[in-house]
């Protein structure tokens, strides 16, 4: 009932940007809150932001507050992840995931809906 599709992955230098999209179809896209997670070889997937329903209320990894940027378009059902100043430790492959309710939330027990995921690989 929700389908959740990634792009903008890529390989990329240090300090470079990238921009992540996901298209969302289903229900109630204007009524849930979407997510960004990723999950690097061997560890486990963990949380970058979220995004509520009405982007009233944001919240960021510390990792990556003050580089990265969640928005969402509730007009086209998109969310967006706009990652700037990427390090090394930013490779991993990112999750776009949502959740039926307004606000959004750091476990990804929370969520149950994702998208298969777009790799990003930042190395020099």
């Known amino acids: 009932q929700v389908q959740l599709v990634e792009s903008g992955g890529g390989s990329v230098q240090p300090g470079d940007s990238l921009r992540l999209s996901c298209a969302y179809s289903?229900?109630?896209?204007?009524?849930?809150?979407l997510g960004w997670f990723r999950q690097a070889p061997g560890k486990e997937r963990e949380f970058v932001a979220h995004?509520?329903?009405?982007?009233?209320?944001?919240s960021y990894a510390d990792s990556v507050k003050g580089r990265f940027t969640i928005s969402r378009n509730n007009a086209n059902n998109m969310v967006y992840l706009q990652m700037n100043d990427l390090k090394p430790e930013d490779t991993a492959v990112y999750y776009c995931?949502?959740?039926?309710?307004?606000?959004?939330?750091?476990?990804?027990?929370?969520?149950?809906?994702w998208g298969q995921g777009t790799q990003v690989t930042v190395s020099s």
């Open positions: 995931a949502a959740r039926g309710s307004l606000t959004g939330s750091v476990s990804t027990t929370d969520y149950p809906y």
């Open positions: 995004i509520s329903w009405r982007s009233g209320t944001i």
């Open positions: 289903g229900r109630s896209f204007t009524t849930s809150a």
